[in-house]
């Protein structure tokens, strides 16, 4: 059976997810959909974009990826197909693909949504059904949606780095409020080039260790290690480190926000020095 992913930023509290799976077992009823998550943050690209290249690794080969996240940043007139490492990733024209493939994916076509039906959420959603369809009948990409010859790209949020340190945005806050950092492991091992480290938040909270997992240390101690998806992240073996520290995440919307503010920031960075 085809796979499809399904990833959002409508919460759960309506009947939008329900529906769009209503379009998706109409357009086939052999679909197995996998939810990724509901409970996005509006807005906050840099994290949809961590959620999505997270998952999307684990999944095999033609499983189609469909991403509904700030559908309306601007008023919709087509929505996006592309092909991406063996997959397909469909989402609204809005930079989201960009900051998932790293760069413009090889493969990309227009869905243009028909002009003669307002530009809903179900519309967008609508035509990505009918092309999920077309992907499972083994129509190309070609055949499936119009060429473009320019698409909205917005870059990953990046780590800021100078010879002696680097310094990561919090991408995301779980419900355990661990702390996850827009620093790798391959990021870290490259600018550290093996020298000693202390990873500095909050002023006066210092980690100078990585360790595998949250059982490296003792029940209330701070741990830093990089989690199953290669980032880093800080926490407190059963406790809230997110909530201890004050920590906030990276969103758009605070960038904008502290910008006004004259740069009086509203999260946190988390810097790494080394010796």
Known sequence: M?????????GQQDYLVAAVKGQ?????RNLTIVDISHQLSSFNYPQAAYFCDSAFRYFPSDTIHVILVNMFDDKPTRMLLACHNEQYIACADNGLLTM???GTP??????????????TTLTCTMVIANAVQEIVQ??????????VTSIVEKLRLKYVNSPTTMEGQILYIDNFEN?????????F??????RSFKIVFKRDEVIDTISESYADVMQGEKVAFFNSAGYLEIAINKGNAAGLFG?????EAMQKQSIALQNKWFYQTVKIFFE
């Open 2 to 10: 085809p796979i499809i992913t399904l990833t959002t930023d409508f």
């Open 24 to 28: 998706l077992y109409s357009a086939n």
């Open 100 to 102: 998932i493939a790293d």
């Open 106 to 119: 090889s493969e990309v076509v227009a869905l243009p949504l028909p002009e003669s039906m307002l530009p």
């Open 138 to 147: 083994g129509n190309t990409l070609k055949h499936i949606g119009k060429p």
């Open 179 to 187: 702390v996850i950092v827009n620093i790798t492991k391959d990021d």
């Open 189 to 194: 091992d490259r600018e550290r080039n093996g």
């Open 247 to 251: 920590l906030q995440g990276f969103s």
